[in-house]
């Protein structure tokens, strides 16, 4: 994934959260064009398991629910996305 995409995936988690990344201010917060872009990212990478609202899926658990097992802020966030779920089929992006 090259870096637009990546700060597009970032925009869109960041969008909904209070905004902070590994300890800085998501540099892309309130830019409608990288949430755009991010919205588009979901749809094509994340829609498939985690559904086209991210409200869940067969395979993703609802990402809209407020429930974080692998926690909540926009740091454990951008771990899970680009780390993954080891052993699930979260894998990693990024
Ligand atoms: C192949 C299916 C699949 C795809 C594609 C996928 N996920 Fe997941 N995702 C999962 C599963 C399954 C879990 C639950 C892992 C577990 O058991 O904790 C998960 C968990 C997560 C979590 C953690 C939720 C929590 O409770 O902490 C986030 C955030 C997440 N996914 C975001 C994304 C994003 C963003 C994308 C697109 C880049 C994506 N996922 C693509 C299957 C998927």
Redesign the pocket.
Known sequence: MNAGRYIG?VA??GAALVLVVSGQENPVAGNTAAIQEGAS??RA??S???GLNAQGGG???D?TAG?????SSDA??FR??TRG?PG????P?G
């Open positions: 995936l869109l988690i990212l979901f990478n994340c498939p398991c985690h395979r993703g658990p990402l429930r974080w097992v692998h926690g454990d966030i899970t996305i779920v699930t089929e979260m894998r992006t």
